[in-house]
């Protein structure tokens, strides 16, 4: 990470490090061009990427012929791949789509048909008995199921650290704290005038998320609106893990894809989301509304999950436009390309986004040459419940003890870790970067136990780290 001066010159800014702004870096990272990813929060993976249901897609019921069901299954093999290089935690889970209505069960085999056009052979009809073997925690009612058997479960914030990190390695200058407040197109250069400085560059992408029609409106465009759904999700204790081992979905309908039943990765169980449209892009509090829904959905669904610890509850906000299909454009003469409602599949997606957003500026000759060699990927920290951890690793701590010093004790989190969290590439900027990068404080306790303890070291890194950007800066200044 850098400290940003002013009139940074760039040739390609990305605009937004969540996952397909971080994938994009990456990827443009591969040619001899000079690249920037441009964050407003101080963190990478800080907005819509950190806050969602965590599931790899097989893109079985999207819509077939889209660019979204295109990417979608294109990127399901770019990140499995991808996964297997790096350490991202991946669980083969599979899933189980349960019709509770002679309607829903009649909509099976056309969901099926539909996975056939998406190129997924896979899913099969079940009856009501194959389903409650499948999943016997269930509630009553349930008529009958559609398999899924490639669904799976996946860190969402080891995969955004991961893609973001990957960037950085390749050269790409991150910036950080960085809102951008407004855009002059010249004759040869864009400047991004950003809450911390002007940034100069030759081509942007706009991978902004929630605030892609805003900047596309910078560019002159009024082509879609953003609308901030909200979705709320209640996470169970640990315990509560035997009673789910698949991913549990409903039966979409016009309204949404509904509430979902579905393990994490991190050993816990999940119950949402809501889809509530708002106005406010900063909503992601809770609402009473939303716990009221989830413990009905919950009692019908699965009544002995609600006789389950919830650990905690949370809200994130995906980016619903206007506009039926992922919105991927360029304009040539703006030297711009937008990458607008990429919505909740942009998880899954991301990477094979990036190679499309690659092949658009190859066509338009903006990246150049390929880089002849690139660093290898980054080895992750595994966060995943289901892989073997470093409190678990007596060879590892017999190298180095502090991987034996448990820091934070529901999760297992320990000063190794935490230590090789702010030694990383992108180190964290807060509590909840680091609960990103460690799931400290992440547990049945919510840090009651372990939050001043973990405080003091975040606090103790924050001062060693503006130490060391102080004397950075007195050295530039020097020179």
């Given at each position: 990470?850098s400290?940003?001066?002013?009139?940074?010159?760039?040739?390609?800014?990305?605009?937004?490090?969540?996952?397909?702004?971080?994938?994009?870096?990456?990827?443009?990272?591969?040619?001899?061009?000079?690249?920037?990813?441009?964050?407003?929060?101080?963190?990478?993976?800080?907005?819509?990427?950190?806050?969602?249901?965590?599931?790899?897609?097989?893109?079985?019921?999207?819509?077939?012929?889209?660019?979204?069901?295109?990417?979608?299954?294109?990127?399901?093999?770019?990140l499995?791949d991808?996964?297997?290089?790096?350490?991202?935690?991946?669980e083969?889970?599979?899933?189980?789509?349960?019709?509770?209505?002679?309607?829903?069960?009649?909509?099976?085999?056309?969901?099926?048909?539909?996975?056939?056009?998406?190129?997924?052979?896979?899913?099969?009809?079940?009856?009501?008995?194959?389903?409650?073997?499948?999943?016997?925690?269930?509630?009553?009612?349930?008529?009958?199921?559609?398999?899924?058997?490639?669904?799976?479960?996946?860190?969402?914030?080891?995969?955004?650290?991961?893609?973001a990190?990957?960037?950085?390695?390749?050269?790409?200058?991150?910036?950080?704290?960085?809102?951008?407040?407004?855009?002059?197109?010249?004759?040869?250069?864009?400047?991004?005038?950003?809450?911390?400085?002007?940034?100069s560059?030759?081509?942007?992408?706009?991978?902004?998320?929630?605030?892609?029609d805003?900047?596309?409106?910078?560019?002159?465009?009024?082509?879609?609106?953003?609308?901030?759904?909200r979705?709320?999700?209640?996470?169970?204790?640990?315990?509560?893990?035997?009673?789910?081992?698949?991913?549990?979905?409903?039966?979409?309908?016009?309204?949404?894809?509904?509430?979902?039943?579905?393990p994490?990765?991190?050993?816990?169980?999940?119950?949402?989301?809501?889809?509530?449209?708002?106005?406010?892009?900063?909503?992601?509090?809770?609402?009473?509304?939303?716990?009221?829904?989830?413990?009905?959905?919950?009692?019908?669904?699965?009544?002995?999950?609600?006789?389950?610890?919830?650990?905690?509850m949370?809200?994130?906000?995906?980016?619903?436009?206007?506009?039926?299909?992922?919105?991927?454009?360029?304009?040539?003469?703006?030297?711009?390309v937008?990458?607008?409602?990429?919505?909740?599949?942009?998880?899954?997606?991301?990477?094979?986004?990036?190679?499309?957003?690659?092949?658009?500026l190859?066509?338009?000759g903006?990246?150049?040459?390929?880089?002849?060699?690139?660093?290898?990927?980054?080895?992750?920290?595994?966060?995943?419940e289901?892989?073997?951890?470093?409190?678990?690793?007596?060879?590892?701590?017999?190298?180095?003890?502090?991987?034996?010093?448990?820091?934070?004790?529901?999760?297992?989190?320990?000063?190794?870790?935490?230590?090789?969290?702010?030694?990383?590439?992108?180190?964290?900027t807060?509590?909840?970067?680091?609960?990103?990068?460690?799931?400290?404080?992440?547990?049945?306790?919510?840090?009651?136990?372990?939050?001043?303890?973990?405080t003091?070291?975040?606090?103790?890194?924050?001062?060693?780290?503006?130490?060391?950007?102080?004397?950075?800066?007195?050295?530039?200044?020097?020179?």
């Open positions: 990470m400290v940003p001066s002013p009139g940074a010159d760039y040739d390609i800014a990305v605009v937004g490090a969540g996952i397909v702004g971080s994938a994009i870096a990456r990827a443009l990272a591969g040619y001899d061009r000079k690249v920037t990813l441009v964050e407003a929060r101080s963190d990478v993976g800080d907005g819509t990427s950190k806050a969602n249901t965590a599931l790899l897609h097989t893109g079985f019921d999207a819509k077939p012929g889209t660019l979204e069901s295109r990417l979608v299954r294109r990127g399901y093999e770019l499995s991808y996964a297997c290089r790096t350490g991202i935690p991946i083969r889970t599979g899933a189980l789509l349960v019709a509770w209505t002679d309607e829903e069960l009649a909509a099976l085999p056309e969901l099926r048909d539909k996975a056939i056009r998406n190129d997924y052979h896979a899913c099969e009809i079940l009856d009501a008995a194959a389903v409650y073997d499948a999943v016997p925690a269930l509630g009553p009612g349930a008529l009958g199921g559609l398999t899924v058997p490639d669904e799976s479960i996946i860190c969402t914030w080891t995969t955004n650290l991961a893609l990190t990957d960037a950085v390695r390749r050269g790409v200058i991150l910036h950080t704290s960085s809102r951008v407040e407004a855009v002059t197109v010249e004759d040869s250069r864009t400047v991004l005038h950003t809450s911390d400085g002007p940034i560059t030759r081509w942007v992408v706009n991978a902004t998320g929630l605030g892609a805003h900047l596309d409106n910078a560019f002159g465009f009024d082509r879609f609106h953003v609308t901030p759904r979705g709320e999700l209640f996470v169970f204790d640990k315990l509560a893990r035997p009673l789910v081992d698949r991913i549990v979905l409903p039966v979409p309908s016009a309204l949404g894809k509904g509430v979902l039943v579905s994490t990765i991190y050993g816990n169980v999940m119950l949402g989301p809501t889809a509530e449209d708002l106005t406010d892009r900063d909503a992601t509090g809770t609402s009473d509304n939303g716990v009221e829904f989830l413990l009905g959905k919950g009692a019908r669904l699965m009544p002995a999950l609600m006789r389950e610890e919830v650990t905690a949370y809200a994130g906000l995906r980016a619903a436009i206007d506009h039926p299909d992922y919105l991927i454009d360029l304009d040539a003469d703006q030297r711009y937008v990458v607008g409602g990429i919505r909740s599949t942009g998880l899954t997606s991301g990477m094979a986004v990036a190679e499309y957003v690659e092949n658009v190859t066509d338009v903006a990246l150049g040459p390929r880089r002849t060699e690139l660093p290898e990927p980054p080895r992750m920290p595994n966060l995943g289901a892989f073997p951890r470093p409190y678990q690793d007596s060879e590892l701590i017999a190298r180095d003890s502090r991987y034996g010093k448990i820091v934070c004790f529901c999760e297992r989190v320990t000063a190794g870790e935490i230590r090789d969290a702010y030694d990383s590439t992108i180190p964290p807060d509590l909840d970067g680091l609960r990103r990068r460690t799931r400290a404080m992440n547990g049945r306790c919510q840090g009651f136990f372990c939050g001043a303890e973990i003091a070291i975040v606090e103790q890194h924050a001062c060693a780290g503006s130490t060391a950007v102080t004397e950075t800066m007195s050295k530039e200044s020097v020179r």
